[in-house]
């Protein structure tokens, strides 16, 4: 149920971003349309995978520097970690579409997965990590 909103925001706010680079791009529901040629955000799209692979990697930074630095985050400290983390995720998945479409990447494909990778590793792993090496000290 929460999934399906975000989406249909994340396939809007991608067309915004996308109009910037081609001409006549509209989005309907989760289908975007560039010059008539149609991409559908699917609900893999969303990245549930990535989702909770974030929470873990950033649960794994948090319990990492507490034990290098020998501190203790309160837990209010870890939810807002967790809530940053959730907002940069929703960005990751808004990049990777954009970058998908751009590059006319096809699901199933290498191409289509490096992006993901990549911007997984880009816009969520590196700005995480030295966020929550920062809060933990």
């Known amino acids: 149920m929460f999934g399906f909103p975000v989406r249909l925001l994340l396939t809007d706010t991608a067309s ?14 989760n289908i975007i349309l560039i010059n008539n040629q149609r991409f559908s955000v699917d609900s893999e799209c969303m990245g549930l995978k990535m989702v909770s692979y974030g929470y873990a990697t950033v649960l794994l930074f948090i319990g990492s520097f507490e034990k290098k630095l020998n501190r203790k985050l309160k837990l209010y400290k870890i939810i807002g970690v967790l809530t940053l983390s959730t907002f940069f995720i929703i960005i990751v998945n808004l990049f990777r579409i954009v970058i998908i479409v751009v590059f006319q990447s096809k699901p199933e494909t290498l191409m289509h997965e490096l992006v993901g990778l990549l911007s997984f ?9 030295f966020i929550t090496k920062w809060i933990v000290k």
């Open 16 to 29: 915004s971003i996308l109009s910037f680079v081609f001409d006549n791009v509209n989005s309907n529901g």
């Open 121 to 129: 590793e880009i816009y969520f792993i590196l700005p995480m990590y």
